[in-house]
């Protein structure tokens, strides 16, 4: 299986569109210690000419420019994609907004849980993706799904559904709930192991995770990959940059440093291939010369950039 990854960084991107934050004009600044990156999206291919996204990018018309594979073949029709299906892993703007760039009339397949779904089918916006076009599927917690194409050929890829913790998408958190997870429900975020057939060998794409419970521990130890959220790297590092009041627990993203952090939690499991994705602007492991940079690359670690490739 072929996995590249489109897009790196968590909601806003890398340099965020408005962000003044040190990072971000350092990006700004085209300092050779910062890269930008696009907004989180994951492709995969066994075959390099039918693809599958993870999550739908608001960014998904740039990482299609820069992505030949994801790119009409040069001669095809008039009309054509090798984007065959959508997996989406929860209902965050920056894992659904790009469905709206999907829409002119090109058939795929989009999978997502029965909640994710519910979101859709709720917000009428999304109706430009013609129901007879794209049909939606959905994906069973617990099971394994072979993901096909629109017209039921499969692309050689399957996923198996898993919830992780998390937290309900922002523009749908309940303030009267604050105390139950403003609202969250089984099947807002999950996590996902990706093979193909025929292949012992996984993958696990995890963008959002509020922590590491022994479940998923368990789960992960069958890794020959994982690709894990690494939004922050301090819990309060919104906090202490001076450019937001939230946690990363409050946010649904278990932070990289401390105890309680994925580095501490993960670093026994023996994952050869451990890769951060969905990084938010304030995390310094965005600056190739920071000391966090180093801590995690020494780990074992690598950081996800536009264009990663993972093969196996």
């Not at 790196?8 to 890398?14: I, P, R, T, Y």
């Not at 939230?246 to 023996?270: N, V």
Request: glycine share 10%; proline share 4%.
């Amino acid at each position: 299986m072929r996995l590249k990854i489109i897009g790196s960084a968590a909601g806003g991107g890398f340099p965020q569109w408005n962000c003044n934050y040190r990072l971000s004009r350092g990006a700004w600044n085209g300092g050779t210690n910062f890269r930008p990156r696009t907004q989180s999206s994951l492709a995969a291919s066994v075959n390099n000419v039918d693809w599958v996204l993870f999550n739908a990018s608001p960014d998904i018309r740039q990482q299609i420019a820069a992505t030949p594979e994801l790119q009409p073949p040069e001669n095809g029709p008039f009309r054509a994609t090798p984007i065959r299906a959508v997996v989406l892993t929860n209902a965050d703007v920056d894992h659904i907004a790009g469905l709206l760039s999907l829409r002119e009339r090109e058939p795929f397949a989009l999978y997502a849980t029965g909640r994710v779904l519910e979101v859709l089918e709720g917000n009428s916006i999304f109706n430009v993706l013609d129901r007879s076009i794209v049909d939606r599927r959905e994906l069973k917690i617990g099971a394994q799904t072979d993901i096909l194409d629109a017209t039921g050929k499969s692309t050689g890829i399957a996923v198996d559904t898993f919830t992780v913790p998390g937290k309900v998408a922002l523009f749908l958190e309940d303030q009267t709930k604050a105390a139950e997870g403003f609202g969250t429900q089984d099947g807002d975020t999950i996590g996902l192991r990706l093979s193909s057939k025929g292949d012992v060998r996984s993958a696990f794409y995890i963008p959002g995770c509020a922590r590491i419970d022994t479940a998923l521990k368990s789960k992960l130890e069958r890794a020959d990959c994982l690709l894990f959220d690494g939004t922050l790297y301090t819990d309060d590092e919104m906090i202490t940059a001076g450019i937001g009041t939230k946690t990363g627990a409050r946010m649904g993203h278990i932070s990289i440093s401390g105890e309680d952090g994925s580095l501490a939690a993960l670093m026994d499991l023996g994952i050869s291939n451990r890769i951060y994705v969905h990084i938010n602007n304030t995390n310094p492991i965005l600056d190739a010369a920071s000391a966090e940079h180093a801590v995690v690359v020494a780990a074992g670690w690598k950081i996800a950039f536009d264009g990663m490739e993972v093969r196996f």
